[in-house]
């Protein structure tokens, strides 16, 4: 049984560790870190991209965080906007190893819980790359009231969450030195 999700996409930062480079639009075998994630997500029932636009190769909705470069959690609330399915399946575009099959495992993953997330391999919980329900999110970001600048785990910390068992879906790319992984 497919269950119904919304993906929401940050791609909003200023890849200040990249050199100022849009790692959204970083090219990795012939695709950019971006369009790796809407590929990963394409079985969402609607998509927004919380960042500026750009081109992609798949229809995507797009909003922007306010104020602009307010930090993944501003980017969260400005993405619950969107769509209405109740899961929403919440990603950072710089995970270029996140399958289809790993979005499946955590929607259907979810159980009774608020949210199902992946490990990268290291074992750190990746709360940019989980599986939430949409009512617990949009609360935890009510809960915070103004959402810019604060903390994604201090924002969510009272969430019922699962984790994956580690694996190199969950690894995020901050600089350079993580694509050698």
């Given at each position: ?115 199902h997330g992946l490990r ?62």
């Amino acid at each position: 049984m497919r269950v119904e999700y919304d993906a929401l996409v940050l791609a909003g930062g200023g890849s200040t560790r990249f050199g100022g480079v849009d790692k959204a639009m970083l090219v990795l075998d012939g695709v950019t870190m971006l369009d790796r994630v809407l590929a990963a997500t394409e079985d969402a029932a609607s998509t927004v991209v919380v960042g500026p636009v750009r081109t992609t190769y798949r229809p995507v909705s797009w909003t922007v965080e306010n104020p602009p470069s307010g930090g993944p959690v501003a980017g969260i609330a400005a993405g619950l906007a969107h769509g209405s399915a109740p899961i929403v399946a919440v990603f950072s575009c710089d995970l270029p190893w996140l399958t289809k099959d790993d979005v499946t495992l955590l929607v259907s993953g979810l159980g009774d819980h608020d949210g199902h997330g992946l490990r990268d391999t290291e074992g750190h919980e990746q709360h940019l790359a989980t599986a939430y329900r949409r009512t617990e999110l949009a609360a935890a970001i009510r809960r915070v009231g103004d959402p810019r600048d604060k903390s994604v785990r201090r924002t969510l910390a009272g969430l019922d969450l699962t984790w994956s068992e580690p694996t190199r879906a969950g690894h995020d790319v901050d600089t350079w030195a993580d694509l050698d992984d």
